[in-house]
């Protein structure tokens, strides 16, 4: 049996962090993935993602949704990161960070801890700018020191710079930095990318430690549960890739990092999560916790299509050429079009009001972005689609187990526009953007926007329910809470309550999902779960 000083389940933005700094700390560390080793071509370069999960491929694991009777009861797809760098590794790349008003919001409901540690923007902002390393910023509120590259795209599609002009002529403002003093206006990413190369997690993290005698990464391994004794944590069941059950035993800290989907799977694998559910599967419960698997939150998005009238945009050029230029330009001198996910431009916005806080993201895609349903019936050409996106949903899902066996996926409950106030925000959204569209320069280079087509309340909530979909950032789902909260998994230090030498850190942990992209967020979490494990902060 082996013994280590912490054992970390899960290798995501956030695992591959904690781990980083654990060991750079001095700590012997198991590492434990179920997903695979992060180098693949497709995958160091950025759209190679989008090819993968259009095929289908073993680096991701999509969980299918409960049937959502508020959607019809339609059943949507939740592909989540099969893969060291979790998240980082498959995802469209865009560094945003949320904005203050979400960590301090987090800092006051945790007041309420006897043993409170901050949590507000002054207390997160230097753990993004440790991480950073920015190639164009380097003020108060940027990092350019750090392992996580961020760079602006290495190339921007014609169509991101009408869609942005078009939104200046709709009143917002150009924001040079969505992570700057301001969220609201229209701008373009910065990405974790550089010169051509995807900047995963385990890319900036594991790989410089790689050879290190202290780590033991396992891939291709599945927890089966966390081993609790009197009241601690002492390590954990897993099945290596031959199906071989090992246990793995530690001194100090388990880590569960393995995701808002899996780690609540895993929580009440060994015990810990509401009590009825556990013995409905005939679980042991070491300890009632209702909040483990409640409060599931992710944001919602919702496209409106256009066709192009001109040749514009990414439509073919994965193909004969095209693709041949492209992979040549990228390979010889890291630029042009395979240098970006497409998703080059984006805006922070309030439809409602605009001198308040954004309620609306927006992406600019260079093509028809259309679901299977859609596909079906409206012929794929050259286009553009706004991918719109609600920053602070109300409406909250969970996650249960389908089995006791660990093998099975959970039953993933994500519950999008339960709130009929979600809707109403997302057919302001959809009336908005609908309107950029008419914006020249935009506007100039459109034949018909092809979906929706009836702009009708009736119409639009019709399309949400048809066609809403996850923006890939579950989150919240073993929070952190006050005292007293009896929906609070964690303490503000994100240890599991009631139980010794666990501790959660990953996107679960969050009271409240950030507005706004949820991959920096992430690795911040794992920072700050080291620094406390290693007894710094």
Known sequence: METFDHIVIGGGSAGSVATARLVEGGAK?????????????????????????????????????????????????????????????????AYVRGRPQDYDAWHEGLRGNNDAIGWGW???????????????????????????????????????????????????????????????GAGFFQFTYDRGQRVSAAYAFLDPIKNNPKLTIRLRSTVQRVLIQDGRAVGVVYRDKSGTEHTARCAGEVILSAGALITPKLLMLSGLGPADHLRDHDIDVVQDM??????????????????????????????????????????????????????????????????????HEAYCIPVMYLNDAQARTIPEDYGVSIQMVLLKPRSTGDVKLASANPEDMPLVNPNF???????????????????????????DRIAEV??????????LRDHCRRVVKTNFHPAGTAKMGA????????????RVRGVEGLRVCDMSAVPDIPAGNTNAPAMVLGDRCAEMVLGRL
């Open 290 to 359: 209702p909040g483990i698997g409640r409060n599931l939150q992710d944001h919602p998005d919702v496209s409106i299509v256009a066709r192009a009238n001109g040749n514009y945009g990414y439509f073919k050029q994965d193909r004969g050429w095209n693709m041949l230029r492209n992979g040549m330009e990228f390979k010889l001198f890291g630029r042009g079009r395979i240098t970006t996910t497409g998703l080059e431009a984006a805006c922070f916005v309030n439809p409602t009001d605009p001198e308040a806080l954004p309620t």
């Open 450 to 459: 092809v979906a929706p087509t009836d702009y009708s309340d009736a119409a």
């Open 122 to 184: 002054d207390a997160v902002l230097p753990h993004f700018k440790r991480l950073e390393g920015n190639r164009k910023f380097n003020d108060d509120l940027h990092g350019c020191d750090g392992p996580l590259t961020v760079s602006d795209p290495g190339h921007i599609d014609d169509m991101a710079r009408w869609f942005v002009q078009a939104l200046q002529a709709q009143g917002e403002p150009f924001n040079p930095d969505f992570n700057g003093k301001s969220q609201r």
């Open 417 to 443: 526009l339960s709130d009929e106030r979600d809707m109403d925000e997302m057919v302001k959204g959809l009336r908005y953007f609908r309107e950029t569209m008419n914006q020249s320069p935009l506007a």
């Open 29 to 93: 560390v198991l590492l434990l993935e179920g997903g695979y080793h992060h180098r693949h071509p497709l995958l160091d370069m950025p759209p190679g993602v989008f090819k993968l999960l259009k095929n289908g491929s073993k680096f991701f694991r999509t969980h299918k949704s409960t049937p959502q009777s508020q959607l019809g009861g339609r059943q949507t797809e939740i592909p989540q990161g099969n893969v060291l760098g979790g998240g980082s590794t498959v995802n469209g790349q």
């Open 483 to 494: 005292d007293g909260d009896p929906m609070a998994v964690l303490d503000a230090r994100m």
